[in-house]
């Protein structure tokens, strides 16, 4: 009789349903990104949507791997059937962004399990996305962004004061820009997983 390893058959079948969770919240996080526009008053670099959803599910249902997974998916549909308008700079902190938010939400979440603990863990991977998208932006995306686009820093701080006109130096961009649009997206995208979270479950479980 042929001999059977149960434990590695289990480990497998556990692999091909995360891979499948992945790419089909990577999927819908693609199709949520689509659907983006700008936000009043906040730098016009930036453009607001709720991709980060199915991804903060993936990571809430399958673990870290398969947030990241689904980031990481929702990237690769959208460099292969749109290609990048930023010489790939986008991506790269869109792909940061995303670990920054759902990795976090997921240790917190891992450790209480009830209603409380996942808005605990949704505040936490907000903190943390907002705090690395300024280090971020400023240290790394805009310098290489400019780079590229033979721009500088000022007048990158021209374009978003022509949206808001409290924002003229470095320290207003973080203060009136780049923070308060991360906070706003991601305290979004946290409100919506809060109510379709469940039924996510339910969804997978069949």
């Given at each position: 009789?042929?001999?059977?390893?149960?434990?590695?058959?289990?480990?497998?079948?556990?692999?091909?349903?995360?891979?499948?969770?992945?790419?089909?919240l990577g999927v819908m996080a693609y199709l949520f990104m689509l659907i983006r526009f700008p936000l009043p008053f906040m730098p016009p670099f930036m453009d607001f949507d709720i991709a980060a959803v199915p991804e903060l599910i993936g990571a809430f249902l399958g673990g870290p791997?398969?947030?990241?997974?689904?980031?990481?998916?929702?990237?690769?549909?959208?460099?292969a059937l749109t290609g990048s308008s930023s010489a790939f700079t986008g991506e790269m902190i869109?792909?940061?962004?995303?670990?920054?938010?759902v990795l976090p939400a997921w240790f917190v979440h891992s450790m209480r399990r009830t209603r409380r603990g996942a808005v605990c863990a949704m505040a936490a991977g907000t903190a943390v996305t907002?705090?690395?998208?300024?280090?971020?932006?400023?240290?790394?995306?805009?310098?290489?962004?400019?780079?590229?686009?033979?721009?500088?820093?000022?007048?990158?701080?021209?374009?978003?004061?022509a949206v808001n006109g409290y924002i003229d130096s470095v320290p207003?961009?973080?203060l009136f820009g780049i923070a308060p649009f991360n906070l706003i997206k991601c305290a979004v995208s946290s409100v919506i997983t809060y109510f379709l979270y469940n039924r996510t479950v339910k969804f997978f479980e069949k």
């Open positions: 009789m042929e001999h059977i390893d149960w434990d590695l058959r289990k480990r497998s079948a556990i692999s091909v349903r995360a891979i499948t969770m992945a790419a089909m791997v398969v947030g990241v997974m689904a980031v990481a998916v929702k990237l690769c549909l959208k460099i869109n792909f940061m962004l995303g670990c920054a938010f907002v705090i690395a998208a300024c280090f971020a932006n400023i240290y790394l995306i805009i310098p290489l962004y400019s780079r590229m686009y033979g721009l500088n820093m000022d007048a990158v701080i021209a374009m978003t004061k207003r961009l973080v």
